[in-house]
């Protein structure tokens, strides 16, 4: 019933970008947070942003702040993440995910705040 599809995760040089675009539907489900996760090969599932739908908050980690830029076109039902300035540390498989109610403080971090995951795309950062 609710689905989310990734996708525009593809090679890149550091220092280039790259936007990523989540696909979610689901008539009777609140979309009303939206978030970004990535896990890199041997490392655990990490949170990069999340956005609310009622009070628009966003949020970011450290590692990308000031890079990545999040929001959402609730019309079109999409949610992007504009990836600038990209490090090969920034390597990974990069999932959008739901949750049906607005988070707030670091709760953004809990996986579990979260029901619905999409099945992911690569981004590759590497010379």
């Known amino acids: 019933q609710v689905q989310l599809v990734e996708s525009g995760g593809e090679l890149v040089h550091p220092g280039g970008s790259l936007r990523l675009s989540c696909a979610f539907s689901?008539?009777?489900?609140?979309?009303?947070?939206l978030g970004w996760f990535r896990q890199a090969p041997g490392k655990q599932r990490e949170a990069v942003s999340c956005?609310?739908?009622?009070?628009?908050?966003?949020y970011y980690a450290d590692t990308v702040k000031g890079r990545f830029s999040i929001f959402r076109d609730n019309a079109a039902n999409k949610m992007y993440l504009q990836m600038d300035s990209l490090k090969v540390e920034d390597t990974a498989t990069y999932y959008c995910?739901?949750?049906?109610?607005?988070?707030?403080?670091?709760?953004?971090?809990?996986?579990?705040?979260?029901?619905?995951w999409g099945q992911g795309t690569q981004v590759t950062v590497a010379s």
């Open positions: 995910a739901a949750g049906p109610f607005e988070l707030y403080g670091s709760n953004w971090i809990n996986q579990r705040n979260f029901d619905y």
């Open positions: 689901g008539a009777g489900y609140d979309f009303a947070a």
């Open positions: 956005i609310t739908g009622k009070m628009g908050r966003t």
